[in-house]
Structures are given as C-alpha cells and as structure tokens.
C-alpha cells in the first residue's frame, strides 16, 4: 500500500508483493526454508488435485458443475494439442495437461487478494520454461537422431542464404525458453504491479472512487490475462512438440 514519506507524499512499493519471505522466522531463505511461494505452490496443486481428481471420482454420467469443468479443462487441452502437435503429440498430452493446469490455477489464485502470485517469479517460469526446452530438445535428438538438425536448415531458401538463416534458427532456437519464460512472469507481474499502484491511490480521498473503478477493470483484465497467458505457454509448448516430432521446413 501507498505510505506517507516525511514530506507527506504518499510512496509506492508495488513490487514489495513480490517478495520472497519465510512462513516461520525472519532468517535467510534458503533453498529448503519454507516461503510464501511454497505455500501457493502447494495450494495450487491442492486445488488441481480437488478439481480433477476429487472432483471427478463419481465419474457421473450426468456430471455436476465440478465435474463439468473438469471434463471441460480436459477436452479443451486435449483438442489444443491434437490440433497444433498432431495425433503423434497426444502421447505427450498428460505433459502439457500439467504444465497447462498448473500454470492456470497459479495465475488465478495469485489474484486472490493477500495472496501471492507464483508466476510472477522468473524463477518459478524458467523452471518450467527450460523444463519444456529441454525435453523437446531431447525428444527432437531422440526421435530423429541428427535430422533434427534440419529445424535449423530452410531448405526452401536459396542455397547462398541457408547458412545464415541456419544461425538466425539456431539464436532463435535457444532463446526460446528465455522468451517463454519472460512473456509469462512479465505479464503477471506488471499486472499485479498496477493494481497496487491504484490501490495507493486509494488512500487520497478525491480520487479514491476513480481508483477503486480502475482497479476493477484491471482486476477483470488480469482474469483475462491469467487465462491467456496459461494457453499462450501451452500452445507454445505445443508448437515447440511439433518442431520435435517433425523437424525441417
């Protein structure tokens, strides 16, 4: 929230939220301590484990509202990756399910208010980022040994150009779980970040009606945006399985 300084300026710290702190004491957090993105962390696949696995048990044939949704989460990640990864991807699904879920129930229950948004953390995205990297990357090698190579040969393009489109591939290549990463977290954070900026504005009582409708329509926009952001890293995940799974141009 906003302060007032010695000068009786109202100051800003929108990016305390972001601060990584231990749930017990006030030591220096190590890479076992406790914190505040373990417990969220751990909230989020509690809630993943409500939704689809408590939440589906009954297997009803006339499914309740939960099980609906579950049903609809379900059909909705499976038909993104047949569509963009192909039949050879569906293997690959329960992968991309988790990434996918886990990503989405981060980014909505960080907007709870007093929470604290997980994916807002380059840390937290480049965790996953590289994990998609790698295993594409790998699976690529894997599946068609050095013809993977061809991702990065257009041969399509006249033969004078190939070698420097096969450089431009390849940065292109290994900055992808740097871009990966930072689209997601970059989006969270300037979210959540102009939302308590608003919120400071709050305390000034002339324009405190005006603050609390932007925060509204910011709040309805980071929804929007939790959503997206979890497809966008999906779909992309999906698309870098593909390069995987059929290489070349």
């Not at 309805?220 to 979890?230: P, S, T, W």
Request: contains cysteine.
């Amino acid at each position: 929230m906003a302060e007032p300084s010695a000068e009786g300026e109202l100051v800003f710290h929108p990016l305390d939220q972001f601060i990584v702190e231990p749930l017990f004491g006030d030591g220096p957090v190590r890479w076992f301590t406790l914190t505040n993105v373990t417990l969220w962390m751990a909230l989020t696949v509690l809630a993943i484990v409500l939704l689809l696995v408590i939440g589906t048990r009954g297997r009803a044939m006339v499914p309740s509202r939960v099980q609906s949704a579950a049903e609809m989460l379900y059909g909705f990640t499976y038909k993104m990756v047949e569509d963009v990864a192909g039949k050879d991807g569906l293997r690959y699904f329960p992968y991309i399910m988790t990434l996918f879920v886990f990503i989405l129930f981060a980014n909505v229950l960080g907007l709870i208010p007093t929470s604290f948004a997980t994916t807002s953390h380059i840390a937290v995205t480049g965790v996953l980022a590289l994990a998609v990297f790698l295993s594409v990357t790998i699976l690529g090698f894997v599946k068609n040994g050095t013809a993977f190579l061809g991702l990065f040969w257009v041969s399509s393009a006249p033969l004078a150009l190939r070698p420097i489109l096969a450089v431009i591939e390849l940065i292109s290549y290994f900055v992808r779980p740097v871009s990966h990463s930072i689209r997601l977290g970059g989006n969270i954070m300037a979210g959540h970040a102009v939302m308590k900026v608003f919120a400071g504005f709050a305390a000034i009582a002339v324009i405190s009606p005006l603050s609390v409708l932007a925060i509204t329509a910011i709040y309805g926009l980071e929804v929007l945006v939790a959503c997206i952001q979890a497809y966008v890293f999906a779909i992309l995940t999906c698309v870098y399985l593909k390069d995987a799974l059929h290489p070349g141009h």
